[in-house]
C-alpha cells in the first residue's frame, strides 16, 4: 500500500513546489517524518509516492470524534512529543537545516499505532545561507502562521515553533484553530486561548475528556509551554529542541503519577482484602 500525491492544477509553479519537496524529503530519515518512497517528476502530471499512512490526520483525530469516544491526555501528549521530535530534526539534524512552513494538525499523519508522521513540505525550505535569502513569499495556514513571518516574510525555526504552540492549543482544547461560527472573542483559537491563560480561566476552555483534576498541573505545564511557543517575538520563543525535551518530562511526569496512583489503588484494595 502506498500513497500518491498528484497536481491537480498543474503548472510551473505547481512542478517547482513538488521538485523541492522531493529534494526536502530525499535528505532525511525519520522515524516521525512521512517516507518518500518515489516519484514522477518530468512527466506532464507530477506525482509523489510515499508510505501509506492509515489513520488519517490529527486534525481529523481531534475534530472528527465520533460521541463517546475519548483520546486521553497521555495520547494527545505522546503525538505532540513525537510531532516535536521530527521538528527537532529538521531544525538541528538536517543538513542544512529545514523549515517546515506548514506545521498544522492536518499534515500531521497517524499510522496503525497512533504514531505521529509529519507530512507535507510544499511550503518548507532550507536554511538560507545568508540575509539576502532570506526573503520569500508568505505560504501556510490562516490561524497557525507566526505573526512575525507574515510581517517580515521571513520564514524561520521560530514560525515552525509558534505554528507548533497552536497545535499544542488544539490538542488541549479540540477547538478549530478559525472558527467563523463562534462567538467574536472566540473566532481565532490563539487569541482566546492567550485571554484565558492571561485571565486564569484556562479550565473554561479546555476539552471536557481531559478535565481530570489530578492532571490539571500537567495540563497546566502544557498550556504554559505553548503560551511560550505563541510569543510575538521569535527570539522569545523555546526552540524545538528545548519543546520536545519539555514535553518529554512532562509525559514522564504524567506517567510517574498515573504510576502511583495505581500502586495506591492496589494498597488500599489489598489493605480492604486483608
Same mark, same amino acid.
Given at each position: 500500500?502506498?500513497?500518491?500525491?498528484?497536481?491537480?492544477?498543474?503548472?510551473?509553479?505547481?512542478?517547482?513546489?513538488?521538485?523541492?519537496?522531493?529534494?526536502?524529503? =530525499?535528505?532525511?530519515?525519520?522515524?516521525?517524518?512521512?517516507?518518500?518512497?518515489?516519484?514522477?517528476?518530468?512527466?506532464?502530471?507530477?506525482? #509523489?509516492?510515499?508510505? @501509506?499512512?492509515?489513520?488519517?490526520?490529527?486534525?481529523?483525530?481531534?475534530?472528527?470524534?465520533?460521541?463517546?469516544?475519548?483520546?486521553? #491526555?497521555?495520547?494527545?501528549?505522546?503525538?505532540?512529543?513525537? =510531532?516535536?521530535?521530527? #521538528?527537532? @530534526? #529538521?531544525?538541528?539534524?538536517?543538513?542544512?537545516?529545514?523549515?517546515?512552513?506548514?506545521?498544522?494538525?492536518?499534515?500531521?499523519?497517524?499510522?496503525?499505532? @497512533?504514531?505521529?508522521?509529519?507530512?507535507?513540505?510544499?511550503?518548507?525550505?532550507?536554511?538560507?545561507?545568508?540575509?539576502?535569502?532570506?526573503?520569500?513569499?508568505?505560504?501556510?495556514?490562516?490561524?497557525?502562521?507566526?505573526?512575525?513571518?507574515?510581517?517580515?516574510?521571513?520564514?524561520?525555526?521560530?514560525?515552525?515553533? @509558534?505554528?507548533?504552540?497552536?497545535?499544542?492549543? +488544539?490538542?488541549?482544547?479540540?477547538?478549530?484553530? $478559525?472558527?467563523?461560527?463562534?462567538?467574536?472573542?472566540?473566532? =481565532?483559537?490563539?487569541?482566546?486561548?492567550?485571554?484565558?491563560?492571561?485571565?486564569?480561566?484556562?479550565?473554561?476552555?479546555?476539552?471536557?475528556?481531559?478535565?481530570?483534576?489530578?492532571?490539571?498541573?500537567?495540563?497546566?505545564?502544557?498550556?504554559?509551554?505553548?503560551?511560550?511557543?505563541?510569543?510575538?517575538?521569535?527570539?522569545?520563543?523555546?526552540?524545538?529542541?528545548?519543546?520536545? +525535551?519539555?514535553?518529554?518530562?512532562?509525559?514522564?511526569?504524567?506517567?510517574?503519577?498515573?504510576?502511583?496512583?495505581?500502586?495506591?489503588?492496589? $494498597?488500599?484494595?489489598?489493605?480492604?482484602?486483608?
Amino acid at each position: 500500500m502506498v500513497a500518491i500525491k498528484k497536481c491537480k492544477i498543474v503548472n510551473e509553479s505547481k512542478k517547482k513546489e513538488f521538485g523541492k519537496e522531493m529534494l526536502i524529503l =530525499s535528505q532525511i530519515n525519520h522515524k516521525n517524518i512521512v517516507k518518500l518512497l518515489g516519484c514522477c517528476i518530468e512527466v506532464e502530471v507530477p506525482m #509523489l509516492v510515499y508510505e @501509506y499512512i492509515p489513520n488519517n490526520t490529527l486534525f481529523h483525530f481531534i475534530h472528527g470524534k465520533k460521541q463517546g469516544s475519548c483520546i486521553s #491526555l497521555s495520547n494527545r501528549l505522546k503525538i505532540a512529543q513525537e =510531532s516535536a521530535e521530527a #521538528l527537532t @530534526y #529538521l531544525h538541528f539534524s538536517a543538513s542544512p537545516p529545514i523549515f517546515h512552513g506548514d506545521v498544522k494538525s492536518a499534515n500531521i499523519l497517524l499510522d496503525q499505532n @497512533y504514531t505521529a508522521k509529519v507530512s507535507d513540505f510544499g511550503a518548507s525550505i532550507l536554511a538560507p545561507t545568508d540575509e539576502a535569502q532570506f526573503v520569500t513569499l508568505v505560504q501556510g495556514t490562516c490561524g497557525y502562521l507566526d505573526p512575525e513571518y507574515i510581517q517580515s516574510c521571513q520564514l524561520t525555526d521560530k514560525s515552525d515553533v @509558534y505554528s507548533f504552540g497552536v497545535v499544542l492549543m +488544539e490538542l488541549l482544547t479540540s477547538k478549530l484553530v $478559525i472558527d467563523f461560527d463562534a462567538p467574536e472573542e472566540e473566532k =481565532s483559537l490563539s487569541s482566546y486561548f492567550l485571554s484565558a491563560m492571561e485571565e486564569k480561566k484556562i479550565h473554561d476552555i479546555l476539552d471536557d475528556e481531559i478535565k481530570c483534576g489530578d492532571d490539571m498541573k500537567v495540563i497546566m505545564e502544557v498550556a504554559e509551554l505553548a503560551k511560550r511557543c505563541l510569543n510575538m517575538k521569535g527570539k522569545d520563543r523555546p526552540t524545538m529542541k528545548e519543546v520536545a +525535551e519539555e514535553l518529554g518530562q512532562i509525559i514522564r511526569k504524567l506517567g510517574q503519577e498515573h504510576h502511583t496512583d495505581e500502586t495506591e489503588t492496589l $494498597i488500599g484494595e489489598a489493605s480492604h482484602n486483608m
